[in-house]
Protein backbone atom coordinates (compact mmCIF):
# COMPACT_ATOMS: atom_id res chain seq x y z
CA UNK A 1 0.00 0.00 0.00
CA UNK A 2 1.18 3.56 -0.52
CA UNK A 3 2.42 5.37 2.45
CA UNK A 4 0.62 9.19 2.69
CA UNK A 5 3.97 10.74 1.27
CA UNK A 6 4.19 8.37 -1.99
CA UNK A 7 0.20 9.12 -2.02
CA UNK A 8 0.67 12.87 -1.98
CA UNK A 9 3.71 12.99 -4.65
CA UNK A 10 1.43 10.29 -6.51
CA UNK A 11 -1.57 12.72 -6.55
CA UNK A 12 0.91 16.32 -6.54
CA UNK A 13 2.37 14.64 -9.71
CA UNK A 14 -0.98 13.49 -11.38
CA UNK A 15 -2.38 17.15 -10.74
CA UNK A 16 0.41 19.26 -11.96
CA UNK A 17 0.45 17.02 -15.32
CA UNK A 18 -3.46 18.21 -15.53
CA UNK A 19 -2.50 22.01 -15.28
CA UNK A 20 0.73 21.52 -17.38
CA UNK A 21 -0.41 22.20 -21.48
CA UNK A 22 2.52 22.62 -22.86
CA UNK A 23 1.83 19.99 -25.78
CA UNK A 24 -1.93 21.83 -25.86
CA UNK A 25 -2.12 24.07 -28.65
CA UNK A 26 0.76 21.96 -31.29
CA UNK A 27 -2.33 19.60 -31.59
CA UNK A 28 -5.83 19.35 -33.16
CA UNK A 29 -8.05 19.27 -30.10
CA UNK A 30 -8.00 15.38 -28.53
CA UNK A 31 -10.84 13.93 -29.96
CA UNK A 32 -13.05 10.86 -27.46
CA UNK A 33 -15.15 8.17 -28.47
CA UNK A 34 -19.04 9.34 -29.07
CA UNK A 35 -20.36 8.14 -25.76
CA UNK A 36 -19.49 5.28 -22.83
CA UNK A 37 -22.20 2.97 -21.13
CA UNK A 38 -20.54 3.35 -17.32
CA UNK A 39 -22.07 0.54 -15.97
CA UNK A 40 -20.53 -1.68 -18.83
CA UNK A 41 -17.28 0.25 -18.11
CA UNK A 42 -17.32 -0.08 -14.13
CA UNK A 43 -14.95 -3.12 -13.35
CA UNK A 44 -11.18 -4.62 -13.14
CA UNK A 45 -9.32 -3.30 -16.20
CA UNK A 46 -5.58 -4.55 -17.26
CA UNK A 47 -3.03 -2.35 -18.09
CA UNK A 48 -1.27 -3.51 -21.23
CA UNK A 49 0.59 -0.51 -21.86
CA UNK A 50 1.20 2.97 -21.18
CA UNK A 51 3.29 6.09 -22.03
CA UNK A 52 6.19 6.44 -19.03
CA UNK A 53 5.04 8.72 -16.07
CA UNK A 54 6.49 9.54 -12.92
CA UNK A 55 3.05 8.58 -10.27
CA UNK A 56 3.79 4.86 -11.68
CA UNK A 57 7.73 4.75 -12.11
CA UNK A 58 7.31 1.68 -9.38
CA UNK A 59 5.35 -0.15 -10.45
CA UNK A 60 7.00 -2.86 -12.83
CA UNK A 61 4.02 -5.20 -13.47
CA UNK A 62 0.57 -6.63 -12.58
CA UNK A 63 -0.96 -3.03 -12.78
CA UNK A 64 -4.64 -2.88 -12.91
CA UNK A 65 -7.74 -0.06 -12.40
CA UNK A 66 -10.54 -1.34 -10.68
CA UNK A 67 -13.67 1.48 -11.33
CA UNK A 68 -16.69 1.28 -8.91
CA UNK A 69 -20.15 3.25 -9.98
CA UNK A 70 -21.19 5.41 -6.63
CA UNK A 71 -24.57 6.17 -6.13
CA UNK A 72 -23.97 9.52 -6.59
CA UNK A 73 -22.83 9.57 -9.92
CA UNK A 74 -19.14 9.06 -9.03
CA UNK A 75 -17.34 6.32 -10.19
CA UNK A 76 -14.34 5.19 -7.20
CA UNK A 77 -10.80 4.39 -8.79
CA UNK A 78 -8.45 1.56 -7.19
CA UNK A 79 -5.10 1.77 -9.17
CA UNK A 80 -3.24 -1.38 -7.98
CA UNK A 81 0.75 -2.53 -8.97
CA UNK A 82 3.40 -4.80 -7.83
CA UNK A 83 7.09 -2.95 -7.80
CA UNK A 84 9.98 -4.41 -8.54
CA UNK A 85 10.66 -5.96 -5.23
CA UNK A 86 7.14 -7.62 -5.12
CA UNK A 87 5.00 -5.52 -3.26
CA UNK A 88 1.92 -3.93 -4.04
CA UNK A 89 0.90 -0.90 -4.31
CA UNK A 90 -2.51 1.20 -4.57
CA UNK A 91 -3.50 4.89 -5.07
CA UNK A 92 -7.36 5.12 -4.42
CA UNK A 93 -9.38 8.40 -6.08
CA UNK A 94 -13.01 9.63 -7.40
CA UNK A 95 -13.53 10.11 -10.97
CA UNK A 96 -16.16 12.71 -11.73
CA UNK A 97 -17.92 13.36 -15.13
CA UNK A 98 -16.88 16.53 -16.83
CA UNK A 99 -17.81 17.94 -20.83
CA UNK A 100 -21.28 18.72 -21.78
CA UNK A 101 -21.67 16.77 -25.52
CA UNK A 102 -19.67 13.96 -24.92
CA UNK A 103 -21.52 11.56 -22.22
CA UNK A 104 -19.28 9.84 -20.12
CA UNK A 105 -16.28 10.02 -21.93
CA UNK A 106 -14.09 12.62 -20.73
CA UNK A 107 -14.13 12.19 -16.45
CA UNK A 108 -11.69 14.07 -13.95
CA UNK A 109 -10.09 12.03 -11.57
CA UNK A 110 -8.89 12.89 -7.71
CA UNK A 111 -6.58 11.08 -5.44
CA UNK A 112 -5.71 14.05 -3.54
CA UNK A 113 -8.02 17.07 -3.21
CA UNK A 114 -8.08 19.41 -4.80
CA UNK A 115 -5.99 18.17 -7.82
CA UNK A 116 -7.24 15.82 -10.29
CA UNK A 117 -6.33 15.04 -13.72
CA UNK A 118 -8.44 14.40 -17.27
CA UNK A 119 -9.37 11.23 -17.69
CA UNK A 120 -10.49 11.04 -21.57
CA UNK A 121 -11.61 7.54 -23.07
CA UNK A 122 -10.49 7.97 -26.82
CA UNK A 123 -11.00 4.58 -28.18
CA UNK A 124 -13.03 1.50 -27.09
CA UNK A 125 -13.99 -1.91 -28.09
CA UNK A 126 -17.54 -1.87 -28.58
CA UNK A 127 -18.01 -5.00 -26.28
CA UNK A 128 -15.90 -3.03 -23.90
CA UNK A 129 -13.27 -5.72 -24.07
CA UNK A 130 -10.62 -3.15 -24.14
CA UNK A 131 -9.83 0.59 -24.01
CA UNK A 132 -7.65 3.16 -24.61
CA UNK A 133 -7.51 6.51 -22.11
CA UNK A 134 -5.42 9.84 -22.23
CA UNK A 135 -5.38 13.56 -21.43
CA UNK A 136 -5.43 16.14 -24.17
CA UNK A 137 -2.11 17.33 -23.41
CA UNK A 138 -1.00 13.54 -25.14
CA UNK A 139 1.77 13.26 -22.24
CA UNK A 140 -0.36 9.98 -20.47
CA UNK A 141 -1.39 7.32 -22.35
CA UNK A 142 -2.92 3.60 -21.51
CA UNK A 143 -4.00 0.64 -23.05
CA UNK A 144 -6.81 -1.32 -20.66
CA UNK A 145 -8.44 -4.42 -21.19
CA UNK A 146 -10.16 -6.77 -19.15
CA UNK A 147 -7.71 -9.89 -19.95
CA UNK A 148 -4.10 -9.53 -18.81
CA UNK A 149 -2.82 -9.63 -22.54
CA UNK A 150 -4.70 -8.88 -25.57
CA UNK A 151 -3.95 -9.71 -29.69
CA UNK A 152 -0.93 -8.32 -31.05
CA UNK A 153 -3.16 -6.96 -34.14
CA UNK A 154 -5.70 -5.52 -32.00
CA UNK A 155 -2.41 -3.60 -29.68
CA UNK A 156 -1.10 -2.09 -33.07
CA UNK A 157 -4.20 -1.28 -34.21
CA UNK A 158 -4.96 0.99 -30.73
CA UNK A 159 -1.02 2.29 -30.82
CA UNK A 160 -1.96 2.82 -34.84
CA UNK A 161 -5.09 5.12 -33.73
CA UNK A 162 -3.39 6.81 -31.09
CA UNK A 163 -0.71 7.56 -33.34
CA UNK A 164 -3.06 9.39 -35.60
CA UNK A 165 -4.38 11.30 -32.35
CA UNK A 166 -0.71 13.11 -31.53
CA UNK A 167 -0.05 10.61 -28.83
CA UNK A 168 4.19 9.37 -29.32
CA UNK A 169 3.58 5.59 -29.20
CA UNK A 170 7.24 5.40 -29.98
CA UNK A 171 7.52 5.49 -25.95
CA UNK A 172 5.11 3.31 -24.97
CA UNK A 173 5.77 0.14 -22.67
CA UNK A 174 4.41 -3.58 -22.55
CA UNK A 175 3.28 -3.93 -18.85
CA UNK A 176 3.73 -7.38 -17.71
CA UNK A 177 1.25 -9.42 -15.78
CA UNK A 178 1.82 -12.54 -13.66
CA UNK A 179 0.58 -15.67 -15.47
Given at each position: ???????????L????????????????P?????????????G????I???????????????????T????????????C????G???????????????????????T?F???S??????????D????????????????????????E????????????K???????I??Q???
Open positions: MLGNSALILFSTLAAAAFDARAEGRQPLTVVPSVDLARYAKWYEARLPNRFQRDCSGDVTATYLRPDGKILVLNERTAERGKSARGTARLVGGGEPNTKLKVFWPFGNYWIIDLDPYRWAAVGEPDRRYFWILSRNPEIDETYRAILDRAAAGFDISRVRTHAR
